[in-house]
């Protein structure tokens, strides 16, 4: 089954959103695989945002990003990924639409409360940066028949 890493950056957690965006998830039907609040070293933070290192607003982001605990997750469905990246909205939340998270919660874009890969390849790569294997569990729940055309 797919996954996806999601994190409630520093602003969300601090706006006391971690509940709301954990229901979101539950209620679309995605399973949870692993859950940490934690403060973000430096050099984790770089490494996530590696791809962005040659951007003006890198140093501001990594700094933004370690001033307060985040909660790391993994999520899991069909299709995850992308589904994710919907329910989040643009990456400026000036742009992203009622009803995603960044499009109801969000002002700035330097204050938009949600991470998720972008695609399985950065995905598979930020949960093995984020998460030990002993932290993401597998399980089975009672809902797959209802969730899943099986
Ligand atoms: P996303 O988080 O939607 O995947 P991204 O990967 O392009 O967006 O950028 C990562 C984060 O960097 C983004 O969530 C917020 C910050 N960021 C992006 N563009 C920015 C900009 N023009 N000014 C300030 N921060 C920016
Ligand atoms: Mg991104």
Redesign the pocket.
């Known amino acids: 089954m797919e996954r996806t890493f999601i994190m409630v950056k520093p602003d969300g957690v601090q706006r006391n959103l971690v509940g709301e965006i954990i229901r979101r998830f539950e209620n679309k039907g995605f399973k949870l695989a692993g859950l940490k609040l934690m403060s973000v070293s430096q050099e984790l933070a770089e490494k996530h945002?590696d791809s962005?290192k040659d951007k003006a607003?890198f140093p501001g982001?990594v700094k933004f990003i370690c001033s307060s605990p985040v909660v790391a997750m993994v999520w899991e469905g069909d299709n995850v990924v992308v589904t994710s990246r919907q329910m989040i909205g643009a990456?400026n939340p000036h742009a992203a639409a009622p009803g995603t998270i960044r499009g109801d919660f969000g002002v700035a874009?330097?204050r938009?409360l949600i991470?998720g890969s972008?695609a399985i390849e950065t995905a598979q790569r930020e949960i093995a940066l984020w998460f030990s294997e002993a932290e993401l569990v597998t399980w089975e729940t009672t809902l797959n028949p209802w969730l899943y055309e099986l």
């Open positions: 945002y962005l607003f982001l990456t874009v330097g938009n991470h972008d």
